[in-house]
């Protein structure tokens, strides 16, 4: 979302010194669009998916580190199907972790999905599936945490995501 890569360079913008060069692109939402532009990137020696993150739990009773606006990594996706089980294509897929930050797991859907089945701390987030099928070995996931489910109460995303900073996650990258 532009919401993303306005955050993702507000942060850039504010550290001094960078150790590593960037370029930040808009895959939009859903795993259609995250796969085509997947798909039509320019030559990279690193790719980043980094943007915002729903944690299935009350945000008082996950850890600290799994706070508001934290950053943390994506180690593990799966992609939930239509009848509330995984696709037989769907296997999880793991990947190495690449930076000193929290992970978690993430579960891709096309579908509202129950939270109540689901273990506290896994992240919804329907691109993080097809980035993880399509990445390069050295590629990963940086999500932020925007929101906690089930909602409580019906919330303006936008609205709730304006105070949202991404200096954290951007600082995990020029750690590497």
């Known amino acids: 979302m532009e919401i ?17 060069t960037y370029e930040v692109k808009v895959s939009g939402i859903g795993r259609e669009s995250t796969a085509k532009a997947l798909l ?3 030559t990279n020696d ?7 993150a729903a944690v299935v739990g009350k945000e008082v009773h996950l850890p600290a580190y799994l706070g508001m606006g ?13 009848e509330g089980g995984l696709f037989e294509n769907g ?4 990947s190495d972790p690449k930076l ?3 992970c978690l797991s993430s579960l ?13 701390g896994t992240v919804i987030n329907m691109e993080d599936y097809t980035f993880m099928y399509l990445k390069k070995p050295q590629d990963f996931i940086v999500r932020i945490i925007s929101d906690f489910l089930p909602h ?8 709730h995501v304006k105070a949202i900073d991404f200096m954290d996650g951007v600082l995990a990258l020029e750690q590497i």
Do not use: W
């Open 4 to 20: 993303e890569q306005k955050k993702v360079l507000n942060a850039l913008s504010r550290i001094t010194t960078l150790k590593h």
């Open 40 to 42: 039509n990137l320019p």
């Open 46 to 52: 690193i790719c980043v998916l980094m943007g915002f």
């Open 70 to 82: 934290k950053p943390i990594e994506i180690r593990t996706s799966s992609l939930f199907g239509y």
């Open 91 to 94: 296997k999880p897929i793991h």
């Open 100 to 102: 000193k930050l929290p």
């Open 108 to 120: 891709t859907s096309d579908k509202f999905v129950r939270t109540t089945d689901l273990d506290e």
């Open 152 to 159: 409580e109460t019906e919330i303006d995303f936008f609205e």
